[in-house]
């Protein structure tokens, strides 16, 4: 069984930053894909960035340049820095994971950016 942890969402004014942290059970070496998705209030979720093992980086268009994906395997964590946020990135963010076939997700934390 896979666990994981966001943790680092809170509130910031606009142009602020913030870093989002997904903590895994297990060695994440073994996570073919990880990835942040997002949901904001009466939205769909949306995926925002994502490294695959091979070290391959995705991001939305609307994040490019300012949100960064990167993996620590020696702490079993993802990280996504986020520079110049704006209003509407604000969202519930969502730590994702495949291993093998299999999906899983995180709780998700809040990100709020105040205008």
């Known amino acids: 069984q896979v666990h994981l942890v966001e943790s680092g969402g809170g509130l910031v004014q606009t142009g602020g930053s913030l870093r989002l942290s997904c903590a895994g059970s297990?060695?994440?070496?073994?996570?073919?894909?990880m990835s942040w998705y997002r949901q904001a209030p009466g939205k769909q979720r949306e995926l925002v960035a994502t490294?695959?093992?091979?070290?391959?980086?995705n991001y939305a268009d609307s994040v490019k340049g300012r949100f960064t994906i990167s993996r620590d395997n020696a702490k079993n964590t993802v990280f996504l820095q986020m520079n110049s946020l704006k209003p509407e990135d604000t969202a519930v963010y969502y730590c994702?994971?495949?291993?093998?076939?299999?999906?899983?997700w995180g709780q998700g934390t809040q990100v709020t950016v105040s205008s």
């Open positions: 994702y994971a495949l291993v093998f076939n299999d999906n899983y």
């Open positions: 297990g060695s994440i070496s073994r996570f073919t894909v």
């Open positions: 490294r695959t093992i091979g070290g391959s980086t």
